[in-house]
Structure formats: C-alpha cells, structure tokens
C-alpha cells in the first residue's frame, strides 16, 4: 500500500478484507485480501469481468452482504475526517443503519427492480431526508424538488406523486441517483449504475454523476465492467480479478502503463478507433468459479506468459511505479526493468498511441494490428 | 368496451348462471313441495289443488321466466313453508349471518397479518415454527368441530359466552356480539391459517428483491421495510384471497349457525331445503351469490387502488 500515501484524507480504507462464504467446509473467498482507499473528492474506478467479487466488495462497504456471506478478516474505515473514522466491518445494525444512506450511499445498478413499485417516487426520495436529517414532510418534498432539478428531472413537482412504473429507465436511475445523495453523503457507491441502459443514456447519467462530484465534493465508487467508462469518470483504477485486486493505480497507469496481464487483456478488448476494422481481442475462458480458485495466481489458467511458480504461490501486490501496484511474477522477476524500459521507450517516442502490444508481443491483436 | 362495463357484464351473466343452476337443480332432486306442506297422508287431489295455487304443475320455463320478471322486481314470491314473503324472512335474517360472517373477516385479517408478519420476520427461528404448527391444525380441522370444542370450552366450562340464546342486535347489541364471538373465532380459524401461510410466503419473496436491498441501504430500520415497503407489496395477492374466501366464509357460516344453533341464513337455508320451499330456496341462493359477486369486485377494485400499475389501464 506505498503508493496510495496521498496528502488527502482517506474517507474509505479497506485493508486487507476477506469475504467468505458461510457455513461450508472448506473456506471458499469471494473476497480475497483486498486492500482499496479511496480519498476525500476522490473517484476511483474499479473493474473486472462478471463474476469477480465487484457487488460483494460494494455492499460489504454497507454493512449489506448477502446472509450467505460474512467478513472473515480485514477492515473497512469510513471517515470524512480521521479522528471519526468508524470501523463498518465492527459496527452493530444500529450503528451501521446511521451510516447507510447519511453517510454512504449507493446506487444500484437495475433501476427497473431497484425501486419500490407501489410508492411514490416523492416517498422513496424524501424517505432518508425524514429519517436522518429529521425533516418534516413539507421540508422533505421541497428537498426532493430540488434534488430532481439536480439530477435533470423535467417537471419535479409532479414526478413527487408518480409512480416507479411510469418512468423510463434512465429516468428511474436519476431517481436513484437522487435517493442516493439525498443526505448529501461522503461517499456515493455506483454498482454499474448504467449497465441496464441504453448508451445515450448512460453518458446522461455519468454527466449527472460528475455534476455531482464536482459541486459537492462526494467521493464516488464507481464499478463497472466497462473500463472506457471508468478511464472517463475516474481519478485511480483497481482492476479486479477473481475476488483479488490484481492491479491499481491512476487512469494513466493503468491506461498508458499496464503491467499485469489482465489488465492488459482488458484493454484489449475495448473498442477503440484506432482498433476500428480490426478483430476485438477478447481473453479467453472465464473468471474460475469459487471453487476452482487456487492457491497460485488465479488467472494462471487464462495467462499467456504463466510460470511454473504462479500456480503455486500466490503474487503479491507489489509497487511498480508512484501509486501504481500490481500483482504479477512476471513483472516483480523480470518485467520491472522491461517494463520501466518501455516506459521510457514510450515516452521518448511520445507517440501517445497506446502499445498494449509490446506486453502482449506477437500475440492476437498484436500481430493483426501490424 | 371499458373495464368496468366488461366486469358488470360478466357479473350479471354469473348471476344469471347461477341462478338457472339452482332453479333447475333443485328441480330435478326428488321432492315435491306440495307433499312436504301436507304431510303423507294428503289426497292426490288436495296435492293438485295445491300445485296449482302454488304454480308448481306449469312448465319449467314458464315458471322460471315468472319467478325471473319478479325477481327483477325484487319480488321473490313467497315462502311454501312460512307463508310469509321471501325477501321479508330473508331480510330478517340478513344481521345474524352478515355480522357472523364480517366478525370472522376482521378476526381473521387482525389475527393473521401481524402473525403473518411475524412468522416472516422470524424465518427459521422458534415463531415461525410455532406459526406453522398452529397454521397446519387451523387447516385441518374443520370449523364445525372447531365450533363444538369452543361451545365446550368456553361456553359451558369456563361460561365466558352464552351459547344457543342468539339476541338480536336490535334489543342489545353487546350481548348480540357475544353470542356471535364463538362461532365468529370457530369460522375464523381456517381462514387465518391460509392468510398467515399465504402472507409469510409474499413476504419472504418480498424481502430477496432488489428495492429491499434499496431500502436497507438507504438505512431503514428492517421494521419500517417490513411494515411500509414490503407489506404494501405483499397485502396485494393476500388481498386476493381474503376476497375469494368470503363466499368460503359465507359457506361455512352456513354450517356454522346450525352449530350453535343462530337464526341467519344456514338455518334458513337448510329448513327451507328440507321442505322443497323453491321461492326461500332460489331467493337465499340469489342473494348469496350476488353478495359474493359483489364482494369479489370490490376485491377487485381495491386491488386497483393498491397496485399503481393497474391503477392506470
Ligand atoms: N447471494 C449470494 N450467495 C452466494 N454467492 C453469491 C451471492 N451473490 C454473489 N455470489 C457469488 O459471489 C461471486 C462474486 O459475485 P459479484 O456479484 O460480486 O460479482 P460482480 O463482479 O459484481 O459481477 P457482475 O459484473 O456480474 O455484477 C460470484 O462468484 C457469485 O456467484
Ligand atoms: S502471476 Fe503468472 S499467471 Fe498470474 S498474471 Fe502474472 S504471469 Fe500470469
Ligand atoms: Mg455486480
């Protein structure tokens, strides 16, 4: 965690959480031993494939994982400022009930299911204010209005005695997006808050998440599988991977100097324009099922390059630049200094163009793409 | 056609249905009615007599289409057996068997949400398994019986409620609702069985679906989901099945009079099949059915006003 000693003030530190499945004999990790921290005004992105543990991380935040699982380790810090910090992953109902939606709140990413059908929209929003702000109704409605306006509902006043179903979906998701910040909390969780949307959509609903964080300072988490979407929201990117973080750092890290395999597949499979007309690179296989994780480097069986050593034993996550850490044998053995070479060699080219390529070699694109 | 044109439509050919079923069912039963008023021993003549003052000798279709033009009218005829007009000797006893059957509808909705609730909340744990203890014998043991044991019990051991002495509301209302409470709790039984099972079921799908997951994130107390967002959902289908089982009700209130002896419908009913008095016969049938008829749109239209999605169309 050397890279991540930044001046600003940690509102969200996770150090080391372990999530497991209950009651099975053998310990099965859908979170395992993820360290994340996101600072005060901070948006951090975080990505992988369906199936890697991205949900399961956002709602143990909240205190809300699902009865089939529990914290068996680490820690989960929530503070706007370090001598309030609380500790989530300790906190009975009650306490964490206070958090929730006050302090951080969420978004999910089904706006069709995420909301109550048989109450108003007015109830579903001015429900926290009541709660935790104490505001009356009257007060409550006139904070909804305003909260409408915020995230670009056309006539607010109405929308207060109307219903979930009468909305469109990227109507609904604004809804959600108002019931989210309606306490004005420090930390606003957006489990892929546009993936059921069409994509004209989904760039309104990010514009209305950046107004946000940028008017109010909210520090945001934003998920999503997408990584074209989160180089554009984001300040820093944890790439997820069969419940481990595999790689963090900052867009440009991630985007310019990829070094862990994974990512370096995901990238790959964006689509892009200077990719245009050619055959989308996509990793083969799939995200291993719980039970199939290993001891070793979990991506083992879909990486290129892997060794014998990283079916064994498990790669740290280990600094390969300012703020940039990565858990690879290949790039801790041998690839910093190759890499740090081409760092330079990219640099020195100042081309701009991304050259995924040299990590990946002859390989897929690579060789299509010359 | 509209919506509620096409539900009066319907209800009407229900009606219709059902009370050509009865007007030839019990035509078809053997029995003659002029035999039942004068006993065995009557004359085939004094039986003719009477057949033709009581319009039984004309064809099936005339007299139906008779009895229907007065019906229409309100006029049922009048009673074989009492000489009395139908509607009047109904109408006597409409508060016996209304009040029975509206006493057992609001002890079974009161008892059955909260233990519903309950049982949901506690999925798994000592009340849920206590509910669903209790849920099985409500269900199998029919009301009657049931009737017989709370006579026992609280009527003649513990001497809490008078039992066989019905008094009308009329002259006290107090110990009217006495005397109705046992056969109110003895109908009631079943049906809070078949709400609390069918309520804990809604409520515990209720609670695995994503605007749950919205509402405890926003930091609600589990008590104000359980109450606000998830019971609102979950009242809807059990809605439904109060409605359908108030004719069940009305049924087994039927059953229920005769054992505690109450002067409402059931007994009606029963004399009045008994003595193949066909005027009493179809006017009670009539009536029921149209009660149930009626009962069943007003179902429907509070499901409307519950489901703001249906509310629209
Ligand atoms: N309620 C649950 N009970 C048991 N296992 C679950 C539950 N929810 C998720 N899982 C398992 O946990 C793992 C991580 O799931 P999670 O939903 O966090 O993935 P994700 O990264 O959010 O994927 P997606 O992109 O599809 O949303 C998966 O293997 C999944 O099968
Ligand atoms: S540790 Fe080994 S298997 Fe895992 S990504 Fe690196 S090279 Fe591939
Ligand atoms: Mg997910």
Same mark, same amino acid.
């Given at each position: 965690m050397v890279g991540n000693q930044v001046e600003r003030q940690k509102i969200l530190d996770i150090r080391n959480l372990r999530i497991e499945l209950k009651g099975r004999r053998e310990r099965l990790?859908?979170?395992?031993g993820v360290s994340l921290s996101v600072s005060q005004g901070e948006t951090l992105g975080i990505v992988g494939e369906s199936g890697c543990g991205k949900s399961v991380l956002s709602l143990s935040m909240l205190g809300l994982?699902?009865?089939?699982?529990?914290?068996?380790g680490g820690e989960i810090w929530y503070g706007e400022r370090e001598d309030e910090a609380q500790p989530l992953h300790l906190l009975k109902p009650k306490e964490l009930r206070k958090i929730r939606g006050r302090e951080v709140a969420m978004v999910f990413q089904d706006p069709m299911s995420s909301l109550?059908? %048989?109450?108003?929209i007015g109830y579903q929003v001015t429900e926290g204010l009541r709660l935790h702000?104490?505001?009356s109704r009257q007060e409550a409605a006139a904070q909804a209005i305003e909260l409408f306006r915020k995230v670009g509902l056309a006539r607010p006043e109405k929308l207060?005695?109307?219903?979930?179903?009468?909305? %469109?979906g990227g109507m609904r998701q604004r809804v959600m997006i108002a019931i989210a910040i309606a306490c004005n909390p420090g930390l606003l969780i957006a489990d892929? @808050?546009?993936?059921?949307?069409d994509v004209t959509i989904q760039a309104q609903i990010l514009e209305v998440m950046r107004q946000i964080r940028d008017q109010d300072g909210t520090s945001i988490v934003l998920i999503s599988h997408d990584l074209g979407l989160i180089a554009e929201m984001c300040d820093r990117i944890a790439v997820m991977y069969a419940g481990r973080i595999v790689e963090e750092g900052s867009v440009a890290d991630i985007f310019d100097r990829p070094r862990h395999p994974y990512t370096i597949g995901l990238l790959n499979s964006i689509p892009s324009p200077s990719h245009k007309g050619h055959r989308l690179h996509s990793i083969p296989?799939?995200? @291993?099922?719980l039970h199939e994780r %290993?001891?070793?480097?979990?991506?083992a069986p879909r990486c290129?390059?892997?060794?014998?050593c990283c079916r064994i034993e498990q790669p740290k996550l280990s600094p390969v630049g300012f703020g940039h850490t990565t858990s690879c044998f290949l790039v801790v053995e041998e690839g910093v200094r190759k890499g740090d070479n081409r760092n330079t060699a990219d640099r020195a080219e100042?081309?701009?163009?991304?050259?995924?390529e040299t990590s990946v070699a002859a390989e897929g694109t690579g060789a299509a793409s010359r | 056609m509209n919506y509620y044109a096409r539900r009066l439509v319907t209800l009407f050919l229900t009606v219709l249905f059902v009370v050509v079923l009865t007007f030839t069912a019990f035509r078809i039963i053997p029995g003659n009615p002029a035999l039942a008023i004068l006993g $065995? =021993?009557?004359s085939n003549e004094q039986i003719a007599l009477l057949e033709a003052k009581l319009g039984t000798d004309r064809p099936l279709l005339v007299q139906f289409g008779h009895w229907l033009g007065n019906a229409a009218l !309100?006029? /049922?005829?009048?009673? !074989?057996? /009492?000489? =009395?007009p139908v509607l009047k000797l109904i109408v006597s006893r409409v508060p016996v068997t209304l009040s029975l059957a509206l006493l057992a509808l609001v002890i079974s909705v009161c008892t059955a949400v909260p233990l519903g609730i309950l049982a949901a909340k506690s999925h798994g744990k000592k009340w849920d398994a206590l509910i669903s203890i209790g849920t099985q014998f409500g269900l199998a043991i029919p009301s009657f019986w049931m009737g017989i044991i709370l006579i026992l019990v609280f009527? !003649? $051991? !513990?001497?809490?409620f008078s039992v066989s002495s019905y008094v009308p509301w009329s002259e006290s209302p107090i110990l009217a609702l006495k005397s109705i409470v046992l056969p109110a709790v003895a109908l009631a039984i079943p049906q809070i069985a078949v709400i609390v099972r069918y309520l804990r079921t809604t409520m515990l799908e209720q609670l695995n679906l994503d605007y749950v997951r919205t509402a405890r994130s926003k930091g609600l107390s589990e008590r104000s989901i359980q109450y606000i967002h998830v019971l609102k959902n979950a009242l809807l289908p059990v809605i439904t099945i109060v409605g359908i089982n108030f004719g069940e009700l009305l049924a087994g209130s039927l059953v229920i009079e005769q054992v505690f002896t109450l002067p409402g419908f059931g007994s009606l009913l029963i004399t009045a099949i008994g003595n193949r008095d066909y005027p009493l016969v179809q006017g009670l049938v009539l009536l029921i059915a149209v009660t149930v008829i009626i009962i069943n749109f007003i179902v429907d239209l509070s499901y409307r006003w519950l489901d703001p999605k249906i509310r629209l169309k």
């Open positions: 990790a859908v979170v395992d994982l699902p009865k089939a699982m529990e914290i068996n109550n059908n %048989s109450l108003t702000l104490g505001y207060l005695k109307e219903y979930p179903h009468q909305l %469109s892929e @808050p546009t993936t059921a949307l296989g799939a995200v @291993p099922a %290993s001891v070793g480097c979990n991506f290129q390059y892997a060794m014998e100042g081309t701009g163009e991304v050259l995924y | $065995t =021993e009557a !309100l006029d /049922f005829g009048e009673s !074989l057996r /009492f000489s =009395e009527g !003649l $051991t !513990l001497r809490w």
